[in-house]
């Protein structure tokens, strides 16, 4: 089992930053892929970022690609999202996910731990 927490969530204006965090617990040696998603009101779990953490390959969706940045530290099995350039578009739940598959990402589906989520509310 794996053990996911964030935090850093919080309320910002746009054009604003927020960096979360995401510290996991448990079998890690485990885990191939850490993912972030996002999921607001009404609308579907979405993808937002991805790093291998035996690779560092990363992966973003094409809406935050330049404005965030997903990053790991190994030593402290966790994972960060830095987002820059926050936009109202950006407001959602954000959840860590964890994944032993090493060759699929994108989809909620292919992670098998979840956090428990952080909100992220950009005001205009």
């Known amino acids: 089992q794996v053990q996911l927490v964030e935090t850093g969530g919080g309320l910002v204006q746009a054009g604003g930053s927020l960096r979360l965090s995401c510290a996991a617990s448990?079998?890690?040696?485990?885990?191939?892929?850490m993912g972030w998603f996002r999921q607001a009101p009404g609308k579907e779990r979405e993808f937002v970022a991805a790093?291998?953490?035996?690779?560092?390959?990363?992966d973003y969706a094409e809406s935050v690609k330049g404005r965030f940045t997903i990053s790991l530290e190994n030593a402290k099995n966790t994972v960060y999202l830095q987002m820059n350039s926050l936009i109202p578009d950006d407001t959602a739940v954000y959840y860590c996910?964890?994944?032993?598959?090493?060759?699929?990402?994108?989809?909620?589906?292919?992670?098998?731990?979840w956090g428990q989520g952080t909100q992220v509310t950009v005001s205009s």
């Open positions: 996910a964890a994944n032993r598959n090493p060759s699929r990402y994108y989809y909620s589906q292919d992670y098998q731990y």
């Open positions: 790093i291998g953490t035996k690779t560092m390959y990363r």
């Open positions: 448990g079998r890690t040696s485990n885990v191939y892929v």
